[in-house]
């Protein structure tokens, strides 16, 4: 039996993980978890000086350690690395829906380009950037109960979509 019954949104940076996940629970009022909110607050620093002063292994540890602490039936808005560990979708499947919010590289990337508190997108190129989309694409894919595109849309366009699919 799934313990929990979340919603969990999962995707690139600037797919509007954090975007559509906010106003998808106020939508379904449910309560709402965005990961990287819970590990800023709980170390007390920025995405950026976490990844600087502790190194992105423990931010990977922290943010399946405070994915899988979450109970009940909330939205959860991921970061893009969230599928780090291999045994994260499986998680997500036992304990909830999960939907991959999609979109082509060149829009995410337009969407997140020179974003200071997005680490991987400081420290590498557009071309890196675009493998590390490419290796991610299929991981997202196999990790999703349901694929939606948030490509060219608008959010209540998107989140109209996903409430239709959630309840039918
Ligand atoms: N449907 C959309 N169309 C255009 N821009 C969007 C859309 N959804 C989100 N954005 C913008 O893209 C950026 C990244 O959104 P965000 O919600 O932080 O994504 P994520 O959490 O997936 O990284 C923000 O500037 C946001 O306003
Ligand atoms: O893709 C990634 O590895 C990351 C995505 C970010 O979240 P968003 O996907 O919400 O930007 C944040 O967790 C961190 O900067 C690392
Ligand atoms: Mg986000």
Redo the contacts with the bound molecule.
């Keep these: 039996m799934n313990e929990n019954n979340h919603v969990i949104l999962i995707?690139?940076?600037?797919?509007g993980?954090?975007t559509v996940g906010l106003e998808l629970a106020r939508k379904l009022n449910r309560e709402y978890i965005?990961?990287?909110t819970e590990i800023v607050l709980s170390e007390k620093k920025q995405?950026p000086a976490i990844?600087e002063e502790l190194g992105e292994p423990y931010?990977r540890a922290a943010?399946a350690q405070v994915l899988k602490a979450v109970k009940g039936e909330k939205v959860i808005?991921?970061?893009?690395?969230?599928l780090y560990f291999q045994d994260t979708g499986r998680w997500m499947k036992k304990n909830g829906t999960v939907i991959y919010l999609n979109a082509p590289f060149e829009e995410l990337y337009e969407r997140?380009t020179g974003d200071g508190?997005?680490?991987?997108v400081m420290n590498n190129t557009a071309a890196s950037l675009e493998q590390?989309f490419n290796q991610r694409d299929i991981v997202y894919r196999e990790a999703a109960d349901l694929i939606v595109s948030v490509s060219k849309r608008s959010v209540e366009d998107t989140l109209d979509e996903i409430i239709v699919k959630l309840t039918t």
Excluded: C, H, Q, W
């Excluded at 995707?11 to 797919?15: D, E, L, P, R, W």
């Design positions: 995707g690139y940076m600037g797919a993980k954090s965005d990961l990287d995405i990844f931010f943010e808005s991921t970061g893009g690395g969230v997140i508190n997005r680490p991987l590390v």
